[in-house]
């Protein structure tokens, strides 16, 4: 019995020295495998993502192979040559990747659902007449949870990224889903829950944080129950979702769980990418004087009636200001990650005429936030907030941005690329729009500290969308004396 476990364990001792001696190909990109065995490098990838991958490109270029926890990650960082992933849909493929995550973050299977029936089904809401309609609701909501609790001359202070992810939340979950729960009570579960994801992404929870995220989930899940929603509620949302779920064979319980899923992703982001918007403008005066002086030059606002909303000047005026506000700050904050696994050999061909072929089980990895983002060779100061940085001068959108001379398709991604592409994007920003619009509008705003600055990010949540801020910017705020001043 002994003989028996020993030779066993030289068999898996050889096996793992067999998989951790890979070795690089001519044709393959430069391999760093890191010094601890089959881990690698993933303590630094997770700990800060950008600060890892930045270090790598300044060893090895724009394109190298890592290992991560036992699986090799070629990085792509040449935006001329994205196409080539995110085009490639016969050797590359995101479904298992997607499913692994999904089931990591929020204990969640669905091999039942039929992908490009799920995207068909989230395109129609989010798009033509379906995206007006919940523009429209949105912006009722918005208008009712910013001002039914302010005082016209009272103060309050409060931090700027608390206000502006709780606001945005509400007004967004009162939007698409079941209006019978109470939206705080979802808020403060969901922001226990949202504060833990990367950590459930990456299997690294404490104990407490596994009892803690494990509580926050189960309630979720039972706040957002079918079994809570309210008959008189024909028509909604989060209803179709559910009768989606059901056509599609999903069972009850992970019908819930769905819902979850669904939750954190449309409303994951729009609050962040607020905080960021108003934290530039407030400690950039010459950008928040460009925008309030837009915005008074903006038609449509003697009504702001909430029982008779005016014609939404937002839809009908162009805002070139804001939206090259909004642009910079997804510039500068937005850090998705798009992710593929090598589904069969791949020969990758750079723009550069460079061509390497990637290993059948790797992976591949575009990581926008460094380039295009904050490359210097495509924006000039890359850390530097430029409010007008998407202007021309005639004030028309600027998007002539060249890398190695070659004018870019991709300048700035904070939505994706391809097939998996946000199909939500225009509805959060929208939405983001418009409640920079009604703070600046019905608000006066304005530091608690007027010498404060930004708080510096969460190095952890690179890859997960909108970045976080690592603290928060105290600001006081009240109702504006007069509805038209900016």
Known sequence: MLWTIFLLLIGLLLLVFLYCSRKRQSNEPPLDKGWIPWLGHALDFGKDAANFLTRMK????????????????????????????????????????????????????LEEIDQASERRWMEWQFQGPSLVELNTTMKYHLQTVLLKTLHPLEWREDGLFDLCYSLLFKAGFLTLFERRVNPELVYNQFRQFDDLLAKLARSSLKGDEKNSA??????????????????????????????????????????????????????????PAAFWLLGFLLTHPEAMDAVKSEIRGLSALQDTSTQH??????????????????????????????????????????????????????????????????????????????????????????????????KLKYYTMPWGAGRNACVGKHFAVTAIKQFVFLLLTRLDVELCDPQAKLPPIQSSRYGFGMLQPDGDLQIRYRMKKTQHQT
């Open 58 to 109: 300044e060893k090895h270029g724009d394109i190298f192979t890592v290992r991560v926890a036992g699986i090799y990650v070629t990085v792509l960082l040449d935006p001329n040559s994205f196409d080539s992933v995110v085009c490639d849909t016969t050797f590359l493929e995101f479904t298992r990747i997607r499913n692994q995550l999904i089931k990591k973050i929020f204990n969640l299977q």
């Open 214 to 271: 494990r509580l926050s989930r189960e309630r979720l899940w039972e706040l957002l129950s079918p079994d809570r929603q309210s008959e008189a509620e024909s028509v909604s949302w989060q209803k179709s979702y559910h009768h989606f779920l059901q056509e599609q064979g999903v069972s009850a319980e992970m019908q819930n769980r769905a819902l979850l899923l669904q939750l954190w992703t449309t409303q994951c982001n729009a609050g």
């Open 309 to 406: 909303p005016p014609i939404d000047p937002l839809e009908t005026h162009r805002t070139p200001v804001l939206d090259s506000v909004l642009s910079e700050t997804l510039r500068l904050t937005a850090a998705v990650m798009i992710n593929r696994e090598v589904i069969q050999d791949k020969t990758l061909h750079m723009a550069d005429g460079r061509v390497f072929h990637l290993r059948r089980g790797d992976r591949v990895c575009l990581f926008p936030f460094l380039s295009p983002q904050m490359d210097p060779e495509i924006h000039s100061e890359p850390q530097m907030f430029k409010y007008d940085r998407f202007l021309n001068e005639d004030m028309s959108v600027k998007d002539h941005f060249y890398k190695d001379g070659r």
